[in-house]
């Protein structure tokens, strides 16, 4: 069946650094790919997506590129802020209307 | 404008006791979700509603749960004779298309849910 798997966390970095954060998936056709986040105290939101195979999505300096290849779909930030601190949610629609999410991952930058 | 709003934010209950839940979706959204975000575990996915029928209960854990909703709007999980596994957060999320996985999900902050 679909899946998505998330490296686990936490990942600790310091400001500036770069971030990668890794996701690799199983499922059936070529489904969209979504990063959801999940700052302190609020619900899960739309961090960025992509619709096919080699589409790269990006928002907030956040990207991820669609590689079908590898079945990967890896965050990846060039310079983190304290900002950021959140949790990381890879997901992928599963069937109809299913999502399947990741286990999350938890990012804390440090000042 | 207004986003997904969930209530309570925190509860606290006894096993064996009866628990609701509610969720307000956007307004106009006709998918409603409802997942359970056990800790240190990723999404779990409970119950999809299009409109007020939910043609996907699958993901229920058991029968002690049960969801409705009313008026394409508003909708309650209940959890019934609450036991300590249950305690997680409960996590609501609505949708512009029904049936449309590719839709952005549009998640509420949750309900924090411990039963002692």
């Known amino acids: 069946g679909d899946s998505v798997t998330q490296m686990e966390g936490p990942v600790t970095l310091s400001e500036e650094a770069f971030l990668t954060i890794n996701c690799t998936y199983t499922?059936?056709?070529?489904?969209?790919l979504f990063w959801y986040v999940q700052y302190p105290g609020e619900g899960l939101q739309l961090l960025l997506k992509?619709?096919?195979?080699?589409d790269k999505g990006s928002n907030k300096g956040f990207e991820a590129t669609y590689r079908k290849e590898t079945t990967s779909f890896h965050l990846e930030k060039g310079s983190v802020q304290v900002s950021d601190s959140a949790v990381y949610f890879c997901a992928l629609p599963s069937g109809t209307y299913k999502y399947i999410f990741g286990t999350g991952t938890r990012l804390k930058v440090l000042a | 404008g207004a986003g997904v709003s969930q209530s309570p934010s925190n509860k606290v209950t006894e096993k064996g006791k009866d628990v609701e839940l509610r969720c307000d979706p956007i307004s106009g959204h006709t998918a409603l979700y409802w997942y359970r975000q056990r800790l240190g575990q990723g999404l779990e996915f409970l119950i999809y509603f299009q409109g007020n029928s939910a043609p996907d209960k699958s993901g229920l854990p058991s029968d002690r749960f049960s969801a409705e909703r009313t008026g394409e709007s508003v909708s309650t999980l209940t959890i019934q004779r609450t036991q300590q596994e249950d305690s997680a957060v409960y996590l609501c999320a609505s949708s512009s298309r029904q049936g449309a996985s590719q839709e952005t999900q549009y998640f509420g902050p949750g309900t924090r849910l411990l039963v002692l």
């Open positions: 992509a619709t096919k195979a080699d």
């Open positions: 499922a059936t056709g070529y489904p969209s």
